[in-house]
């Protein structure tokens, strides 16, 4: 089993930065992918980023060049630092891992909304 804790979220003005961070535990967390989803009101839950124990790093089109996942091992924590905030980045964020049997861990999510 792993459990994710989310931190970071906040109000921000358009322009602002956040970073988020989350914290996993249990077993072998460190070789797991790593990410981070976003769910808009009203919409689906949509990837943002994920980042491989190996430290390869996929990001969506939309966050390219302004969002930035990244990973310590050494502290189980993986970071997603945010730049260039627009008011439609207001989402509930989800940290996410995948283990190697597949198996899909969640954590419970944290607001970030950016006011205009």
């Known amino acids: 089993q792993v459990q994710l804790v989310e931190s970071g979220g906040g109000l921000v003005q358009a322009g602002g930065s956040l970073r988020l961070s989350c914290a996993a535990s249990?077993?072998?967390?460190?070789?797991?992918?790593m990410g981070w989803y976003r769910q808009l009101p009203g919409k689906q839950r949509e990837l943002v980023a994920t980042?491989?124990?190996?430290?390869?790093?996929n990001y969506a089109d939309s966050m390219k060049g302004r969002f930035t996942i990244s990973r310590d091992n050494a502290k189980n924590t993986v970071y997603l630092q945010m730049n260039t905030l627009k008011p439609e980045d207001t989402a509930v964020y989800y940290c996410?891992?995948?283990?190697?049997?597949?198996?899909?861990?969640w954590g419970q999510g944290t607001q970030v909304t950016v006011s205009s």
């Open positions: 249990g077993s072998f967390v460190s070789t797991n992918r």
């Open positions: 996410y891992s995948r283990d190697r049997l597949m198996r899909e861990y």
């Open positions: 980042i491989t124990n190996s430290y390869s790093t």
